[in-house]
């Protein structure tokens, strides 16, 4: 079993990932996309921020070797987590109010990345060829973005009144809501989306126009952003209330702020429990997860505050 915990204490980030299995094939290794398997054989301490300063998200980046860190002065600096050095520290909002999720997009082109903050600026970055972080355009919205995730064409955020809006990517354009916020102007019939706190949005890898939705009311969406309001599907369950969604081909990964059956499996195309992935060694601890990233079609990985770790799960051998 492999491990992956990451601890926040007086500005100070550890990340650990132990070295894989070494019975596993050497191209299988180098062939994966997902950054998160930058293996660690030693402890990296990187020292990001005053305790006043506080980490509100995180990402590793598609950029090899490059984790993007998020705080509540309004900045995000990029590390190198080889050498732990800082790289690159850009002031994402002239009000500092705090950077509150940061996405990555690697294009034909490019390589972009995405800050949503508390005061609903959406900010593009992009690496030119000197390695040179600069600004591609923003967009301000009237509402706090609680989540975001980007695509090729497409940025899609989650704001503090639920709506879900989509934005063009390249021109920093508004395009539609999709869905319908329920209110008490709307007949029960006609109320399409959370009805409450949404707080995870994923696009799907495979299908620029669609994403997933989470949040606070135990319901997933899936939605076409092509389409103004009807969802493709939903299904009930999971209560998200972090980054806890993850997206697999037509595999669905939820992390839920419950004490147990916490992580799980869905089918996108019928909305169905596929299996309840083993969290916890200890049955009198709470789980509790936040957040959730596959690895592979085999390997997740998990953290929350019940068991207060993360963990790189085999999910067939349960270790």
């Given at each position: 079993?492999?491990?992956?915990?990451?601890?926040?204490?007086?500005?100070?980030?550890?990340?650990?990932?132990?070295?894989?299995?070494?019975?596993?094939?050497?191209?299988?290794?180098?062939?994966?996309?997902?950054?998160?398997?930058?293996?660690?054989?030693?402890?990296?301490?990187?020292?990001?921020?005053?305790?006043?300063?506080?980490?509100?998200?995180?990402?590793?980046?598609?950029?090899?070797?490059?984790?993007?860190?998020?705080?509540?002065?309004?900045?995000?600096?990029?590390?190198?987590?080889?050498?732990?050095?800082?790289?690159?520290?850009?002031?994402?909002?002239?009000?500092?109010?705090?950077?509150?999720?940061?996405?990555?997009?690697?294009?034909?082109?490019?390589?972009?990345?995405?800050?949503?903050?508390?005061?609903?600026?959406?900010?593009?970055?992009?690496?030119?060829?000197?390695?040179?972080?600069?600004?591609?355009?923003?967009?301000?919205?009237?509402?706090?973005?609680?989540?975001?995730?980007?695509?090729?064409?497409?940025?899609?955020?989650?704001?503090?009144?639920?709506?879900?809006?989509?934005?063009?990517?390249?021109?920093?354009?508004?395009?539609?809501?999709?869905?319908?916020?329920?209110?008490?102007?709307?007949?029960?019939?006609?109320?399409?989306?959370?009805?409450?706190?949404?707080?995870?949005?994923?696009?799907?890898?495979?299908?620029?126009?669609?994403?997933?939705?989470?949040?606070?009311?135990?319901?997933?969406?899936l939605w076409d952003i092509r389409v103004e309001k009807a969802a493709v599907?939903?299904?009930?369950?999971?209560?998200?209330?972090?980054?806890?969604?993850?997206?697999?081909?037509?595999?669905?990964?939820?992390?839920?702020?419950?004490?147990?059956?916490?992580?799980?499996?869905?089918?996108?195309?019928?909305?169905?429990?596929?299996?309840?992935?083993?969290?916890?060694?200890?049955?009198?601890?709470?789980?509790?997860?936040?957040?959730?990233?596959?690895?592979?079609?085999?390997?997740?990985?998990?953290?929350?505050?019940?068991?207060?770790?993360?963990?790189?799960?085999?999910?067939?051998?349960?270790?």
């Open positions: 079993m492999g491990s992956y915990s990451i601890l926040v204490d007086v500005g100070v980030l550890f990340p650990d990932l132990y070295k894989a299995s070494k019975n596993e094939d050497p191209e299988v290794l180098e062939s994966r996309e997902k950054p998160c398997l930058d293996l660690l054989e030693n402890q990296q301490r990187i020292y990001v921020a005053s305790p006043s300063m506080g980490l509100y998200t995180m990402n590793f980046l598609k950029k090899p070797h490059h984790i993007a860190l998020g705080f509540g002065n309004g900045r995000f600096n990029v590390h190198n987590t080889q050498t732990t050095k800082q790289t690159h520290s850009v002031q994402a909002t002239p009000d500092r109010m705090p950077v509150t999720c940061i996405r990555d997009y690697v294009g034909s082109s490019q390589h972009r990345i995405v800050a949503g903050t508390a005061d609903g600026f959406i900010k593009n970055f992009v690496f030119d060829d000197e390695d040179t972080l600069k600004e591609g355009g923003s967009v301000q919205l009237d509402h706090a973005i609680y989540s975001l995730d980007t695509s090729e064409n497409y940025h899609v955020c989650l704001l503090d009144n639920r709506q879900i809006q989509v934005y063009d990517a390249l021109r920093a354009e508004y395009i539609r809501n999709v869905g319908t916020v329920s209110d008490e102007e709307f007949q029960e019939a006609e109320e399409v989306g959370h009805k409450q706190r949404a707080t995870c949005v994923r696009f799907s890898p495979d299908n620029k126009y669609q994403c997933v939705t989470g949040g606070w009311d135990r319901t997933v969406f599907r939903s299904f009930v369950g999971p209560k998200i209330c972090g980054d806890g969604i993850d997206l697999l081909g037509d595999k669905c990964l939820t992390a839920s702020f419950v004490p147990h059956d916490a992580l799980q499996m869905w089918d996108l195309g019928s909305g169905q429990l596929i299996e309840t992935i083993k969290y916890r060694d200890n049955e009198n601890q709470a789980e509790n997860l936040y957040s959730c990233r596959f690895i592979d079609s085999d390997r997740v990985i998990a953290g929350g505050s019940g068991c207060r770790d993360a963990k790189v799960i085999n999910r067939k051998t349960g270790q």
